[in-house]
């Protein structure tokens, strides 16, 4: 009986750990993939580059069941379907909320339809949709198209939308924030992540104020509690960045294929988290993304896509450029620094298709190889 209990709790989700900041009651469902409990790794080489004595940890979300920060919210949304008796899901995505919609939906035993942006969706999500039974739809368009159609279909009997709308994705997806600030023994000084829907911002800042809050109403329950906010600094891409620009985008364009979005559904709560943070919106261009993935995967082992790469990028422009909205050259020494890596790097192995290309195979002899080694 004491292994499986052992094994049970290995397997603990992000509603067992926090059902008490949830919306669930005794007799809601519970479909996890235990999901959450994600790493937060300390960066040297991340931390040196930065410099003042900062230490910077990325939030490693892609280590999630599905591969993306989505699984939290998902969790939630789908156990939260279920008790209303829920028979169908849908959302629109950019190819990670799909993947995740279709696994939590293939566990529940219900059905999932997803709409996706046709030739938009790396291949990574693509197959995830496939392989979990989703039924899929591609338009002729790009995401906000398919999340207009979303909403027009609306909420009707026994079928939900799974997108960022839905409340519940957001309650679950600030777990993520409850984590760091356990990890931390506080919350960080700042905190970098992409913004495409603009929900995880929203989601992030509602968690740490949730433990903030706590913390000072019962400091007794919590002995790892929050004393001070971060500031939330959100990155779009350059192409893709309506939020920035204060304008919707009608063709969003950028290599970042999860953030290409123009329209973004929680626009005004991620102002309001970047304003009551005193935080911050910026741009980088594809080309600082690209680098930014690749440098991350050979300086810390951490190979993420390319729109969890924007975060890495935007932490370079804050400490590297004049243009950057947040200068890390005036703060305070020894700050505390997370970037979330929302998404793994497999999600998009198509980034990598002229590197992987290029590999001419040889003959299998020793001194071929060693000549093409330089050894
Ligand atoms: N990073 C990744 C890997 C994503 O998949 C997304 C969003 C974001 C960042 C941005 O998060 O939308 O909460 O601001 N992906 C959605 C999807 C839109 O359909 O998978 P956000």
Redesign the pocket.
């Known amino acids: 009986m004491q292994a499986t209990n052992a094994k049970l709790k290995q397997g603990r989700g992000v509603i067992e750990r926090y059902r008490e900041y949830l919306p669930f009651s005794d007799s809601t469902p519970i479909i996890s993939l235990g999901e959450g409990n994600t790493p937060l790794i300390h960066c040297a080489q991340l931390s040196k580059r930065v410099g003042r004595g900062c230490d910077v940890f990325v939030k490693n979300e892609g280590v999630n069941p599905t591969g993306?920060?989505?699984d939290r919210g998902m969790t939630v949304a789908v156990s939260k379907a279920l008790e209303r008796n829920a028979s169908a899901l849908v959302?629109?995505?950019?190819?990670?909320?799909?993947?995740?919609a279709a696994a939590y939906a293939a566990r529940a035993g219900i059905s999932c339809a997803v709409i996706l942006p046709a030739g938009k969706i790396a291949s990574g999500?693509l197959v995830q949709a496939f392989a979990y039974g989703a039924k899929i739809v591609a338009v002729n368009g790009n995401?906000d198209d398919a999340l207009r159609i979303v909403r027009e279909l609306g909420e009707r009997d026994g079928f939900v939308i799974v997108?960022?709308i839905n409340p519940d994705r957001i309650a679950g997806?600030k777990t993520a924030a409850f984590e760091i600030v356990e990890v931390l023994g506080n919350a960080p000084d700042f905190h970098l992540?992409?913004?495409?829907?603009?929900?995880?911002?929203?989601?992030y800042w509602a968690g740490y104020q949730e433990y903030y809050a706590r913390q000072r109403t019962r400091p007794e329950r919590q002995s790892n509690g929050s004393t001070r906010l971060p500031a939330m600094i959100?990155f779009q891409a350059a192409g893709a960045a309506p939020i920035f620009h204060n304008r919707i985008i009608e063709n969003p364009e950028t290599v970042?294929s999860?953030?290409r979005?123009g329209n973004?559904a929680?626009w005004k709560q991620?102002r309001v988290a970047i304003e009551e943070s005193r935080g911050a919106i910026d741009i980088v261009s594809d080309g600082e993304i690209v680098v930014a993935q690749t440098w991350l995967a050979r300086h810390e082992g951490i190979f993420d896509?390319p729109?969890?790469a924007?975060a890495i990028a935007g932490l370079f422009k804050c400490r590297d450029s004049k243009d950057a909205r947040y200068s890390f050259k005036e703060i305070p020494e020894g700050s505390r620094i997370v970037c979330t890596v929302?998404?793994h790097g497999l999600?998009d192995p198509d980034a990598m298709q002229e590197q992987m290309e290029a590999l001419i195979p040889v003959a299998p002899v020793t001194s071929e190889v060693r000549r093409l080694l330089g050894l």
């Open positions: 993306s920060f989505k959302c629109a995505s950019t190819g990670n909320t799909s993947a995740s999500k995401f997108n960022s997806q992540l992409p913004v495409g829907n603009a929900g995880n911002i929203t989601a959100g970042a999860a953030i979005i973004p929680s991620a896509e729109a969890s924007a929302t998404g999600k």
